[in-house]
């Protein structure tokens, strides 16, 4: 079946620096991959959408500028959080396009 | 928006009990999705229905779509400590987009 290969799993930052989360389709192509984040005990939100080659597409309420996604290619998205702050820190979570595969999810805290 | 609600939020039983979740949106579904979401893990995707009064069976689970796609449960029978976990149902908003309800967290007490 569909893998989704996400990286890291956890990161420590301090306020103020960006982390890059790194989604990879090891076995297929994606011109589309979503990227979610879910606070605890929370439910996860859609955050937006990496589209290959071009622009992502952002939900309402997240801000493009502090997130900043880019599907370089058929098999990687990522997702920067920029100058980030603790109350960036989730869980953050990229999908294949079918909504079935899930990345193992990257554990994000701001101290 | 479309919403996908989910009750109850948390479940506590003991070994051996059954659990059941319900998932209620506020519009009809194309299809519904069910997930499982091991205490610091991912969720792993359990089941699709799609089908008006779909049922489907996973040795101790089971699965229903109601007849108007706007309800769906899942019940899981003689529970087990491997059961654990938070389960959410999900329904598409356009194209691909996923809306998760909100999840219900199951305890087990052995």
């Known amino acids: 079946g569909a893998v989704v290969s996400q990286h890291p799993s956890r990161v420590i930052c301090k306020s103020g620096t960006s982390v890059k989360i790194e989604c990879r389709s090891l076995?297929?192509?994606?011109?589309?991959m979503f990227w979610y984040r879910q606070f605890p005990k929370q439910s996860l939100m859609l955050m937006a959408t990496?589209?290959?080659?071009?622009?992502?597409?952002?939900e309402q309420g997240v801000e493009k500028d502090k997130f900043l996604i880019n599907h370089a290619s058929l098999t990687l998205s990522t997702l920067t959080v920029t100058s980030a702050h603790p109350e960036d820190s989730s869980f953050y979570i990229c999908?294949?396009?079918?909504?079935?595969?899930f990345g193992s999810g990257t554990r994000l805290t701001v101290v | 928006g479309q919403q996908v609600m989910q009750i109850p939020q948390y479940q506590h039983v003991q070994e051996g009990e059954d659990f059941t979740t319900y998932c209620n949106s506020s519009?009809?579904?194309?299809?519904i999705q069910w997930y499982k979401q091991r205490p610091g893990g991912h969720p792993v995707f359990l089941i699709q229905?799609?089908?008006?009064?779909e049922v489907k069976k996973q040795k101790r689970l089971t699965f229903q779509f109601g007849e108007a796609k706007k309800n769906s449960s899942l019940h899981i029978t003689a529970t087990q400590t491997t059961d654990v976990g938070t389960y959410f149902c999900?329904?598409?908003?356009?194209?691909?987009?996923?809306?998760f309800g909100q999840g219900t967290r199951l305890t087990i007490n052995p």
């Open positions: 999908s294949g396009p079918d909504g079935y595969t």
């Open positions: 076995d297929f192509q994606a011109t589309t």
């Open positions: 990496s589209n290959e080659g071009s622009k992502a597409t952002y």
């Open positions: 519009t009809t579904l194309s299809n």
């Open positions: 229905l799609v089908k008006s009064g």
């Open positions: 999900a329904g598409y908003r356009g194209a691909q987009k996923l809306v």
